[in-house]
């Protein structure tokens, strides 16, 4: 499987750093870290994590025929992450559209995707191992692998199954599939939300993910097929 490793003890974020120097770098190049300084959620939200205790790493697509992908690049990520945690006989893992990996009803990952197209795209992927703590004010309740699983994890194990997988999914792309683990897995499905699109707001029902991995609210007895944006549980 050709990919690229690189591992910083501490680093400022792992996105951040294949951002800036993604034209020095290969596609597929995985930057891992024990700890980031300023780990980056979605619109400038933070990413925190305990030093040596999680999973965080971010990986780079250069290929221009998986880069007309990229508006899905999160969802078959986040799809990966679950196929992985289940292989540690964790019930109960579920994706919330788009980008957050649950277990119990508690957030295990978090999935942040940016770039400049059609040049390259960073995904960058922070999940919860070994920590047992976390702090107050996160927008969801949190939990680890270790937590669910009732034991330590071993982080480089578990990276040697996930980039691999991640790489083998992407290069084989098998859409159907990817879609059909997601409409299992589906956090969303038949809940009340507040969908965030473009400023404008709607409140509606999920009632499924589409075959172009939107999330279908209906709203009003209107069918609204979402692309992007910030979805609240009502
Ligand atoms: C995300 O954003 O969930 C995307 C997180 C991506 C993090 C990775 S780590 C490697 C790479 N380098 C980076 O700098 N980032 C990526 P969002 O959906 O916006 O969620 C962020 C929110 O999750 C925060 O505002 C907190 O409320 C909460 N949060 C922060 N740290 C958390 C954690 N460790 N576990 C669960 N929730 C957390």
Redesign the pocket.
């Known amino acids: 499987m050709q990919y690229h490793q690189i591992h910083f003890q501490e680093i400022?974020?792992?996105?951040?750093?294949l951002k800036n120097t993604y034209k020095l770098l290969s596609n597929f190049t995985f930057v891992?870290?024990d700890y980031?300084s300023?780990?980056?959620?979605?619109?400038d939200?933070?990413?925190?994590?305990e030093p040596g205790e999680?999973l965080?790493?971010?990986f780079l697509i250069k290929d221009k025929n998986l880069l007309k992908q990229s508006p899905i690049i999160s969802l078959l990520s986040a799809v990966e992450v679950a196929k992985v945690l289940e292989t540690y006989k964790i019930k109960h893992v579920s994706i919330k559209w788009p980008?957050?990996v649950l277990i119990n009803d508690?957030?295990?990952?978090?999935?942040?995707a940016e770039g400049q197209l059609p040049d390259y795209m960073?995904v960058?992927?922070?999940?919860?191992v070994n920590?047992k703590k976390?702090?107050e004010?996160?927008?969801?309740?949190?939990?680890?692998l270790c937590l669910e699983h009732k034991k330590d994890i071993n982080i480089e194990e578990l990276k040697e199954k996930l980039f691999p997988q991640l790489v083998d999914s992407l290069i084989n792309l098998n859409l159907n599939k990817s879609l059909e683990y997601f409409r299992i897995h589906n956090y969303l499905l038949n809940k009340r939300v507040k969908a965030i699109v473009n400023n404008q707001t709607f409140i509606g029902e999920v009632v499924g993910i589409d075959d172009s991995f939107c999330l279908q609210v209906v709203t009003h007895g209107m069918l609204l097929h979402i692309d992007s944006g910030?979805i609240e549980i009502l």
């Open positions: 400022d974020s792992t996105n951040t750093y891992s870290t980031q300023h780990g980056k959620g979605r619109n939200r933070t990413w925190s994590s999680n965080m790493f971010s980008n957050d508690k957030k295990v990952c978090g999935v942040l960073v960058g992927i922070g999940l919860n920590q976390f702090p004010g996160l927008r969801r309740p949190a939990t680890s910030e």
